[in-house]
């Protein structure tokens, strides 16, 4: 009896784990095919030149600070820059389509 007690407990572990890795499958799928796409836009745009056609705008706007300073030392100038970007953005709008 306490043979297959045991046995009936661990064919519900295995049975619990298999259940278990089959729900997750379609969350690692998502999940390899997201980082997949995210390397792919790391490479820039893709495309066949012969065979794509496309009407893109590509919207770029930020917000940057200069400041420069000058110090003169025994009739030396000195120039000192400093530049902060607050943000940069990038938006692209339009259409690209590959044919034969």
Known sequence: MLKAQTSLEFA?????????????QVYMKQGIQGR???EADQL????EPRKTTSDMT?????????NVWTNQ????SYT????????DTEHRYGSESIGN
């Open 12 to 24: 519900m572990v295995i049975i619990c784990l298999a259940l278990a890795l089959a729900a997750m």
């Open 44 to 47: 820039g745009q893709q495309y």
């Open 36 to 38: 997949l796409r995210t």
């Open 73 to 76: 030392i025994n009739d030396i």
């Open 58 to 66: 590509l919207e770029i706007s930020g917000h940057t600070i200069t």
């Open 80 to 87: 000192t820059t400093n530049t902060l970007i607050d943000y």
